[in-house]
């Protein structure tokens, strides 16, 4: 259980980290306004929200790497799932990113929240699953 | 109990053993599978590119055969200029059947009078034959002043309802299929529209767009049926001075080379990685057939047959085997799918991720290959297994 924890943490760093660098905001672009103002685009909005998974996400694994209730690791593995689930969803439905394919947050920041959002779905699901047949083994 | 149900079994009492078979037969064949695809992704996307094009023959200025390739593959700007008085020396070689002119420009990076950084292609649509036959199968008509269409990855921005390059607003009225190449962010129009936006850069663009007179870029070529290209291409390259011809399984050439030296490279890896992991393989299950000889020896002794004991031990390596590979096809397929764009930018080669009949009969090949891998890793400790005396076996401490 101790290393899906582990895996569940890291792909949550992963998650809060590789966003911040790869969007056109930290790569110097914005959208400028007719009034001449400059404004950041979306993909800066979607690495900001991916913070907000990221940390429920980082303290889901810490609380199921030192659970030893069944029912718990159950609860947190649903959760994990359900946030794996909000970080495929942010790129791609709720804020998305640029539409300009050779854009960093296109090539890099859409398709590693999507990786890592399918990652924690199934080692939430795994956890899910080990806790299920640890409840089968106990007498 | 079933075969399969003792071979599971065996696979979930040795955890260790099994998780250290699992993950090396998961990466080699998600490493092999990763090379299939981008092996057939590159070929696939070059054969798009060429069926595009549509030409048996491509004429461009001397010397700048590596620049007009490589705005073709990777849709990097390029500035090549003939006369276009070349078009019609082209049309008098024996053998030429069509000649078709083009220009290749570039718009504008970071500029407020052009949309994006993107190459543009202008045809004649008297004699294009590269865009015609697509427009008359999706849109119904040529390209009138003032359209365009685009690659695949060519799009009008959020809020605006023309594309604009320098300066000029272009209707941007379909979308070619994608090609894994730069022809995706390329915009194709037609000359007329070309030299209105050039005529109209110089009041409305941040720079003018120069066209020089009575130029092209680059000939496309047709040839009679039953001449050869190779043949056509020697002939207008002696009979027009100034050109390179080059014919359609001559193209990207030098891009082949490269991409073959580091295929090479990457094959190697595989090589010595696979070799690796099946050895592993092959001493894990060398030692856990080792540590199990007196239990074989007891199925032996309570009437298991050799075949039996054989089969057995051969399921627990096929159950192994084929979910590592499963889970490495599926992680290498997923990776390589989220990740296309990122791959042809970074890798500087074109790749487009096959269709599904392709990719099913790739996931079967990989699986096959991961099975017969681990298939003959574990024979050897298997067979000398199933071959031991039981009273022998059950003797040993």
Not at chain 1, 54 to 59: E, F, H, K, M, S
Not at chain 2, 3 to 28: D, E, I, P, T
Not at chain 2, 167 to 182: C, H, M, N, P, Y
Not at chain 2, 373 to 380: I, K, P, S
């Amino acid at each position: 259980m101790r290393v899906l924890a582990v895996l569940i943490m890291i792909l949550a760093i992963l998650i809060g980290v590789v966003p911040q660098f790869f969007n056109c905001q930290y790569d110097g672009k914005t959208l400028v306004l007719a009034n001449g103002r400059e404004v950041p685009m979306k993909c800066y909005w979607t690495a900001r929200a991916a913070l907000i998974i990221a940390v429920p996400l980082l303290a889901v694994g810490f609380m199921m790497a030192f659970t030893r209730r069944v029912q718990t690791v159950r609860v947190l593995g649903v959760l994990g799932a359900i946030l794996g689930v909000m970080a495929i969803l942010l790129p791609t439905l709720l804020i998305g990113v640029c539409q300009h394919t050779g854009a960093s947050c296109s090539l890099v920041m859409k398709p590693a929240l999507i990786l890592a959002g399918i990652l924690v779905i199934v080692v939430s699901l795994a956890s899910v699953a080990v806790s299920g047949r640890r409840v089968e083994q106990a007498p | 109990m079933t075969l399969f149900q003792l071979a599971w079994k065996n696979v979930v009492g040795s955890a260790f053993r099994s998780w250290v078979v699992y993950l090396c037969v998961l990466l080699v064949t998600g490493l092999l599978f990763s090379f299939a695809l981008l092996i057939g992704g590159t070929r696939d996307s070059l054969r798009l590119v060429q069926q595009r094009l549509g030409a048996d023959v491509v004429v461009v200025p001397e010397g700048t055969e590596t620049e007009i390739e490589s705005a073709l593959l990777m849709g990097h700007p390029v500035t090549a200029w003939m006369p276009r008085e070349n078009e019609i020396k082209i049309a008098r070689v024996p053998g030429v059947r069509t000649v078709s002119p083009q220009l290749y420009l570039a718009s504008l990076a970071n500029a407020p009078c052009c949309t994006a950084e993107m190459l543009v292609m202008a045809f004649d649509p008297r004699t294009d034959f590269t865009i015609a036959p697509w427009l008359g199968q999706h849109l119904g008509h040529s390209l009138s002043a003032g359209e365009a269409v685009g690659g695949s990855d060519v799009f009008v921005p959020y809020g605006e309802e023309h594309l604009r390059i320098y300066g000029s607003e272009i209707d941007l009225v379909g979308s070619l299929e994608r090609t894994g190449t730069g022809l995706d962010t390329a915009l194709f129009l037609t000359f007329e529209t070309a030299y209105e936006v050039a005529e109209n850069s110089r009041t409305e663009a941040i720079r003018p767009l120069e066209i020089p007179p009575e130029s092209i870029s680059a000939a496309l070529v047709r040839v009679e049926p039953g001449i050869d290209p190779r043949v056509a291409a020697l002939q207008i390259m002696n009979e027009v001075p100034g050109v390179t011809a080059i014919p359609a399984s001559g193209l990207f050439q030098g891009f082949r080379r490269q991409i073959g030296g580091l295929l090479q490279g990457m094959l190697a890896l595989l090589g010595i990685a696979s070799a690796l992991s099946l050895a592993i393989v092959g001493l894990i299950f060398s030692m856990a057939v080792n540590e199990r000889r007196r239990e074989i020896g007891v199925v032996r002794a309570l009437g298991a047959t050799q075949g039996e004991v054989l089969r057995a031990l051969f399921a627990e390596a096929l159950i192994l085997a084929l979910g590592g590979g499963a889970t490495g096809i599926l992680l290498a397929a997923t990776v390589l799918y989220l990740f296309r764009d990122l791959i042809v930018v970074s890798l500087a080669m074109p790749f487009l991720f096959p269709p599904l009949p392709s990719l099913i009969a790739l996931v079967g090949g990989g699986l096959v290959a991961g099975c017969a891998g681990v298939g003959l890793a574990v024979l050897f400790p298997v067979v000398r297994a199933s071959c031991l005396d039981p009273a022998v076996a059950m003797r040993e401490q």
